[in-house]
């Protein structure tokens, strides 16, 4: 049975996994476009974490200006109300989910690069590996700090929340004791 894969046609039966049938056999095009794909389903799993940072973000942001209208239009103290304090949290949010998605951006643009390489590489038939490994080594560096910025963010929204009237922060703003007159 043969089944197709892309531009490759892979024998199930063969003696050896992988072995490449059709007029793929032997052209070191074939190896070079597996190699080549590997690395996009990380483009795919960073892409994923780019939808979800931008969508807390957005809902961030859309928060913001919610809270800087009610204090604009002087519904609410714009120094020591909740909704003051709330406003603080939000930019400190705003902050490192712009930090998670820039670092994901440059994750997916050297993802993208180190694709580009493999290929090329693989074309021309000359060995880049330490220049890959780089790459791959960048990539991952830079995800990690996409997704420690991430943590950063979800850690101060879980701090901060508040369902209705009642703030869920385990540490409760410290009441003044100072009584000025």
């Known amino acids: 049975m043969i ?16 072995q490449l049938i059709g007029p ?10 597996e190699l080549s794909l590997a ?10 974490i780019l939808n979800v940072i931008t969508q807390r973000l957005a809902r961030v942001v859309d928060r913001a200006r919610f809270l800087r209208a009610e204090i604009a ?17 939000l930019a400190r949010r705003v902050f490192y989910a712009n930090w998670a998605v820039n670092f994901s951006a440059v994750a ?9 390489v493999i290929f090329i590489s ?3 038939g000359q060995s880049s590996a330490r220049f890959i490994e780089a790459l791959f ?11 420690s910025a991430f943590i950063v963010e979800i850690s101060i929204a879980t701090r901060t929340l ?11 703003a410290a009441k003044s004791t100072d009584q000025r007159s």
């Open 3 to 18: 089944v197709p894969i892309g531009l490759m046609l892979h024998d199930p039966a063969a003696a050896s996994p992988g």
């Open 24 to 33: 793929l056999v032997g052209h070191p095009i074939a190896a070079t476009l």
């Open 39 to 48: 690395p996009v389903f990380l483009l795919v799993a960073i892409g994923s």
């Open 73 to 89: 239009d002087g519904r609410c103290d714009p120094t020591a109300s909740p909704e003051a304090r709330e406003l603080s949290a």
């Open 108 to 116: 997916a643009l050297i993802v993208a690069i180190l694709v580009g």
């Open 122 to 124: 693989g074309v021309v």
């Open 137 to 147: 080594i960048m990539a991952l560096s830079a995800i990690v700090l996409a997704l």
């Open 162 to 172: 508040r369902i209705g009237d009642i703030a869920l922060d385990p540490k409760p």
